[in-house]
């Protein structure tokens, strides 16, 4: 028999027994199969995202859509469907997106679009804007007749560029509201960082209403004038006591 504290070893046959009787052979198998199972699965290619759908987009392509998520081609277990999210949204074009993922190596990518709410019109080049008034892109088809195109001042504008939402708010009621209340219809809607919003007519008018405050006063005076005929070629509402001028009578106070 061993004494307390002998060297002496069991014999590895002894010790292969004792294992299969403790269960400690059967555990270490099954820990060393969970271990190659979960390698497979973390690196086997048919868990690798190749399949990926995208939705609700118009304006991107879906080429374009997958290849900002960065997606493509990262084991299924390891997208990081936040960061996915957040590149997308880096596009001046994407408002929203979600990505969910299903196994073994599809992902789902639904997006929702900003609308182009005008257009703004610099040197000639006319730029996409939505309700927020960010800068989408330069638009590459001539506007449909219901666009609102905003002819501005200013340098040529980047997507993501911010447009001055007072003066999309005013040159957007202004296209309503004057063709409907005064019947008159502009000829070009404009803006200039001196004069803000103005408007031009047919007949050669100038009519300046610079920012949204005060439009209820504004409108009045120039509904006045319509009505009374008054012949003016320029018209500033701006200040509190308004202006014009007739070029071809001379300057009216």
Do not use: H
Not at 37 to 61: P, Q, S, W
Not at 62 to 78: D, F, K, M, R
Request: glycine fraction near 6%.
């Amino acid at each position: 028999p061993l004494q307390a504290g002998s060297q002496v070893r069991p014999s590895p046959r002894r010790a292969l027994v004792q294992w299969l009787l403790n269960g400690k052979l059967f555990s270490l198998i099954i820990c060393l199969a969970s271990v190659g199972a979960l390698a497979y699965l973390l690196t086997a290619e048919r868990f690798i995202i190749a399949d990926i759908r995208v939705e609700g987009n118009n304006a991107l392509k879906a080429e374009t859509v997958i290849e900002l998520s960065q997606l493509n081609g990262v084991p299924i277990w390891y997208t990081d469907m936040v960061s996915s999210s957040e590149l997308l949204l880096g596009s001046a074009y994407v408002q929203e997106a979600t990505i969910s993922t299903q196994l073994p190596n599809s992902a789902t990518i639904r997006i929702v679009e900003r609308k182009p709410e005008v257009r703004w019109l610099v040197n000639g080049v006319q730029y996409l804007v939505d309700s927020g008034g960010k800068v989408l892109a330069a638009a590459t088809e001539p506007a449909e007749p219901d666009v609102l195109v905003i002819t501005a001042s200013g340098t040529v504008l980047e997507p993501n560029d911010l447009i001055d939402t007072d003066a999309l708010k005013l040159t957007r009621a202004l296209a309503l509201r004057l063709p409907a209340e005064l019947s008159l219809q502009p000829k070009i809607i404009g803006w200039d960082y001196g004069l803000g919003v103005y408007v031009k007519t047919a007949e050669q008018q100038t009519i300046v209403f610079g920012r949204s405050e005060s439009l209820e006063r504004k409108m009045a005076v120039l509904g006045y004038l319509l009505k009374e005929q008054t012949a003016f070629t320029y018209l500033d509402l701006r200040p509190s006591n308004p202006y014009y001028q007739n070029k071809q009578a001379g300057a009216t106070p």
